[in-house]
C-alpha cells in the first residue's frame, strides 16, 4: 500500500515528531508508515487522515 503521509505533512508543515505526538504514537511509527514498512491500524489510518486534513482513500492507495 503507497500512502502520501510525507507529502501532506510536509505541505501541512509538521515535523514526524509534531505529527507523531499528534497521534499518540512514536517518531519511528510515522517513519514506517511514511517508508512502507508498517501499514496502521484503521483507527490511525483515520486520525491521520482527520490531522491532515484529507481521506483515508486519498492518503493510501492500495497498490495493483
Given amino acids: ?9 510536509k505541505a ?3 515535523r514526524q ?3 507523531a505526538e ?4 512514536s517518531r519511528q511509527t510515522i517513519i514506517a508508515i511514511e517508508n512502507n514498512k508498517y501499514n496502521p491500524t484503521l483507527e490511525l489510518a ?6 491532515l ?7 493510501f ?3 495493483d
Fill in 46 to 51: 483515520m486520525k491521520m487522515a482527520r490531522k
Fill in 1 to 9: 500500500m503507497k500512502n502520501k503521509i510525507r507529502e501532506l505533512r
Fill in 17 to 19: 515528531e509534531d505529527l
Fill in 12 to 14: 501541512g508543515g509538521y
Fill in 53 to 59: 486534513n484529507t481521506s483515508v482513500e486519498e492518503l
Fill in 22 to 25: 499528534a497521534l499518540g504514537v
Fill in 61 to 63: 492507495k492500495l497498490e
